[in-house]
């Protein structure tokens, strides 16, 4: 079966393009033909090439034509469709990744502001319609079935929808074959918007099955080690570059001194878009392939820092960590803060491993002191990690063979 994955498999994001190959490679590995379906919208381009480094753009662009297929560029639903006939796809696989967002016009008011008041703009896959919706079927002279596979919502302020909207979209969801959330407040979401004719079950990132459908080509330890310069023993450090970075220079340098004291040196790890803020005498820059990301979290002895997949790669190869999350709504310029839609924080209750996690959303967090964070990394429940890694990749697969019996 010819199945399209409809995803954001053009985004400069390590995850993103990690949970995608992982799903195309399973589909490989089970005798089907997975097709990327190249839907790329000018103003998501954009975006990436105004907020990514040259050099980084160019490496995720290259990295694509080696992991997989894609089709010719489309950007809008009705080319969508039409790319469809002519590769002849049988069913879309829509997901994993924020492919359920929706971010009405309230969400996105920021007040104090230095204007008084300001409004966020959305780029067009985070707006309602747009090809995640399955909106493409419209133009296809026979539909196909469509399943949504683990998608995130990405603290969408659901109730602010407008009715008309929340009509549209009961009636694209109650079409789906399948669907799944990957956390509690986007299956929330499903529930709220089809008025509880949708009950998704919430199922893993597909990362949590990275070792099993792409282990061929994750780099050895010693390569590793050899191209990036890494010490045997390593620990990555990686916070998002912002006006209130999750920690200051004085805490990196103590947690730095804590680690080498134990024989564990501290290296920066960038995020797609730049370099983690702070500074220490070992770094890894950019460019930097998501293969090459994936395999430096793996090999270390722990990962400190923000942003989900970091936290998701370590439980999978059950590398201690401590996350700094900035997941959640947002009011009042950051006065007031709700992690209750965060991702990280749903999988780490899932885990039972809630006390390696901070708040870091609001703008003045408790930041935990160095010492208490390296004591948790050193540590770390590794035996919960493996178990819960264990059921992720057991669930992960169950999803898989649903969706599948699901399209035919």
């Not at 999350?325 to 809630?354: C, F, M, P, W």
Request: proline letters at 6%; charged letters at 20%.
């Amino acid at each position: 079966m010819r199945i399209g994955l409809l995803a954001y498999h053009s985004a400069c994001n390590f995850g993103a393009t990690l949970q995608l190959f992982s799903s195309y490679m399973y589909l490989l590995n089970h005798q089907q033909t997975p097709v990327i379906i190249n839907w790329i919208p000018e103003d998501l381009e954009r975006y990436y090439r105004n907020c990514t480094p040259k050099t980084q753009f160019e490496c995720q662009a290259s990295v694509r034509k080696q992991l997989w297929k894609e089709t010719d560029l489309c950007r809008n639903s009705q080319e969508v469709a039409q790319i469809i006939e002519k590769e002849g796809i049988d069913a879309v696989i829509v997901g994993s990744d924020a492919v359920a967002q929706c971010h009405p016009l309230f969400e996105r008011i920021t007040f104090p502001c230095k204007r008084i008041i300001s409004i966020g703009k959305n780029t067009s896959d985070r707006e309602y319609p747009n090809p995640f919706w399955g909106v493409w079927q419209d133009y296809l002279d026979h539909p196909i079935p469509m399943a949504v596979m683990s998608a995130s919502c990405q603290d969408s302020s659901y109730k602010l929808i407008s009715s008309r909207i929340r009509k549209e979209m009961r009636k694209r969801i109650l079409s789906y074959k399948y669907i799944s959330a990957r956390d509690t407040w986007t299956r929330n979401m499903m529930v709220y918007l089809t008025k509880n004719q949708t009950v998704p079950p919430i199922t893993p990132d597909p990362v949590f099955a990275f070792n099993q459908n792409a282990k061929s080509l994750i780099p050895s330890r010693e390569d590793i080690l050899n191209r990036f310069h890494l010490p045997e023993k390593y620990m990555l450090l990686s916070f998002l570059d912002k006006s209130s970075p999750s920690v200051s220079q004085e805490w990196i340098e103590t947690f730095s001194r804590l680690a080498e004291a134990e024989g564990v040196t501290c290296v920066m790890l960038p995020f797609s878009h730049g370099n983690s803020f702070g500074s220490l005498p070992h770094s890894i820059g950019l460019p930097l392939s998501p293969i090459d990301w994936y395999a430096i979290i793996k090999y270390s002895q722990g990962y400190v820092g923000n942003n989900m997949h970091p936290i998701v790669v370590s439980l999978h190869n059950q590398v201690p960590f401590y996350s700094f999350d900035t997941y959640g709504t947002r009011h009042l310029n950051g006065l007031v803060a709700n992690s209750k839609s965060s991702k990280i924080k749903h999988i780490l209750s899932q885990a039972g491993l809630e006390d390696y996690r901070t708040d870091s959303l609001s703008r003045h967090p408790q930041v935990p002191d160095a010492d208490k964070v390296f004591q948790m990394v050193k540590n770390f429940d590794t035996v919960k990690s493996e178990q819960f890694a264990a059921q992720c990749l057991e669930s992960y697969n169950e999803m898989m063979q649903q969706i599948l019996t699901a399209l035919t």
